[in-house]
C-alpha cells in the first residue's frame, strides 16, 4: 500500500494541508502518509475561501505524495487521480457523481468534495505534493455562503460511519495512485473526461471577454479545459481563466 502507508490522526488542526506540509519539513515520512482530522479551524479552499465542515461531521484529509515519475508540467494528472478515486468511492453509495473540471466533485448540481492540491518544485523535479480532500459525508446543514454544498448524508437520508469511510476512500485512493503510475497508454485521463461535468452540452461559461454558451469537449495537455463556441471554434482555458455559470 502506497496511500495509507501512514495514518495521522489529530482530533482538530487549522488545516490539515498546512499541518502535513509542516510535518513533512520537520521530519522524513513515507509517501501516501495521511494527515487526518476531525475539525479544521481554518480548513482552506481554492481563491482564499474557507472549506466549512461540521466537527466530526465528514472527511478531511491530506495526502503526501513524492510523484518523481511526473514532470511539473503534468501535475494536473495527480488532481484527475483523485477526482477518480473520489467517485470510486461515491459510487460505493449512489449512483452517480461526476467532476467538475479542476477541483470539485458533483452529485447532479452540487458539490460534494473539493480537492486543494499543494506542489513544492525544485528546479524541473515534483519535490512533494500534498493532495488535500474534504468530503462531505454525514453534514446536513451548511452555514456559509457556498452556493450548494451537498452530503452522503443529504442525498440518501442514511448516516456513515467515518471510519469505514476512510478506509474506503484510502482503498481507492491507493488503488487509482497505482494505475498512475503504471499508466502508459492514457487510460486514467480517458476515463476522467467521461466523468466530466456537463461534458458535451450547451451552458454558460465566462471568460475575460463575457459570458458565451459553450460546449465541454476534453481536458487535454497540462490539465487544460477545451471548450467549443456556438459559432463553431473552440478554446483552451486553463484554471481561473473561465468559470462555469451554474
Ligand atoms: C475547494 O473546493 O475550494 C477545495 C477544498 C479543499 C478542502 C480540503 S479539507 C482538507 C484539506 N485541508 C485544507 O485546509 N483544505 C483541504
Not at 475539525?39 to 461540521?54: D, F, K, T, V
Not at 443529504?154 to 469511510?165: A, F, I, K, P, V
Amino acid at each position: 500500500m502506497i496511500i495509507g502507508s501512514k495514518l495521522l490522526f489529530f482530533e482538530n488542526l487549522p488545516s490539515t494541508n498546512t499541518h502535513a506540509t509542516y510535518l513533512l519539513k520537520k521530519k522524513d515520512l513515507p509517501e501516501g502518509t495521511i494527515v487526518y482530522t476531525n475539525y479544521q479551524s481554518a480548513g482552506r479552499g481554492h481563491a482564499g475561501n474557507e472549506w466549512e465542515s461540521e466537527d466530526g461531521k465528514n472527511l478531511l484529509i491530506s495526502i503526501i505524495l513524492f510523484p518523481s515519475f511526473l514532470k511539473p508540467e503534468n501535475q494536473f494528472q495527480i488532481s484527475m487521480t483523485i477526482s477518480l478515486a473520489i467517485c470510486d468511492f461515491l459510487l460505493r453509495y449512489i449512483p452517480d457523481c461526476s467532476v467538475k473540471w479542476p477541483n470539485d466533485i458533483y452529485v447532479n448540481n452540487d458539490k460534494i468534495a473539493g480537492m486543494l492540491i499543494e506542489s513544492s518544485l525544485t528546479g524541473n523535479q515534483i519535490e512533494y505534493t500534498i493532495a488535500g480532500i474534504g468530503l462531505n459525508i454525514n453534514q446536513e446543514k451548511f452555514i456559509s455562503n457556498a452556493p450548494n454544498p451537498v452530503s452522503l448524508r443529504l442525498l440518501s437520508g442514511l448516516n456513515y460511519d467515518l471510519h469505514d469511510c476512510l478506509k474506503n476512500l484510502v482503498t481507492d485512493l491507493d488503488k487509482r495512485y497505482k494505475q498512475l503510475i503504471a499508466d502508459d497508454s492514457g487510460d486514467l485521463m480517458k476515463e476522467y473526461v467521461s466523468k466530466l461535468f456537463r461534458l458535451n452540452e450547451w451552458h454558460n461559461f465566462r471568460d475575460i471577454d463575457g459570458i458565451f454558451t459553450g460546449k465541454i469537449l476534453k481536458v487535454g495537455d497540462f490539465g487544460r479545459i477545451k471548450i467549443e463556441r456556438q459559432n463553431g471554434k473552440s478554446s483552451e482555458y486553463s484554471y481561473k481563466e473561465i468559470e462555469f455559470i451554474l
